[in-house]
């Protein structure tokens, strides 16, 4: 691994750190970081807003010179989510009635002045490629 690589990813779990602090301010439940799904899906964070599942997606970028960091939550990557999240409800044994698909975006750096958060609740939906396993 590159030290390139290794501050992007310094940088991406900070990103989830403060994403977590965030929503656990919200009263949000945090259920798991980082959850493998799979052999090649991850899940940032799983949480509980109220009676409801929420998949986050955390996009954590030092400026916004070139887009607000959404912009990366395209098509194909809202697909991944879809294909992580159903693989994750048919794990459970008791799969929630309610979920949905949240962007948390983190603007800033670690040791600098505070982060800018923006929470996008039910950012997408499911991808309807996928069907809810109930």
Same mark, same amino acid.
């Given at each position: 691994?590159?030290?390139?690589?290794?501050?992007?990813?310094?940088?991406?779990?900070?990103?989830?750190? +403060?994403?977590?602090?965030?929503?656990?301010?919200?009263?949000?439940?945090?259920?798991?970081?980082? #959850?493998? #799904?799979?052999?090649?899906?991850?899940?940032?964070?799983?949480? $509980?807003?109220?009676?409801?599942?929420?998949?986050?997606?955390?996009?954590?970028?030092? &400026? +916004?010179?070139?887009?607000?960091?959404?912009?990366? #939550?395209?098509? &194909?990557? $809202?697909?991944? /989510?879809? $294909?992580?999240?159903?693989?994750? /409800?048919?794990? /459970?044994?008791?799969?929630?009635?309610?979920?949905?698909?949240?962007?948390?975006?983190?603007?800033?750096?670690?040791?600098?002045?505070?982060?800018?958060?923006?929470?996008?609740?039910?950012?997408?939906?499911?991808?309807? $490629?996928?069907?809810?396993?109930?």
């Amino acid at each position: 691994m590159t030290a390139r690589a290794a501050a992007h990813l310094q940088t991406g779990r900070w990103g989830e750190r +403060e994403a977590e602090r965030f929503l656990r301010g919200l009263r949000y439940r945090i259920l798991g970081r980082r #959850v493998k #799904v799979g052999a090649r899906d991850e899940l940032d964070l799983v949480a $509980r807003d109220g009676d409801t599942l929420v998949f986050v997606e955390v996009k954590t970028r030092a &400026r +916004e010179d070139f887009g607000r960091p959404i912009a990366a #939550v395209d098509r &194909r990557k $809202r697909h991944i /989510l879809s $294909r992580a999240a159903v693989r994750y /409800l048919k794990s /459970l044994k008791r799969p929630p009635r309610y979920f949905r698909f949240d962007v948390v975006e983190v603007v800033g750096a670690r040791g600098e002045a505070a982060p800018r958060v923006r929470h996008i609740p039910d950012a997408f939906t499911l991808d309807p $490629r996928y069907v809810v396993p109930y």
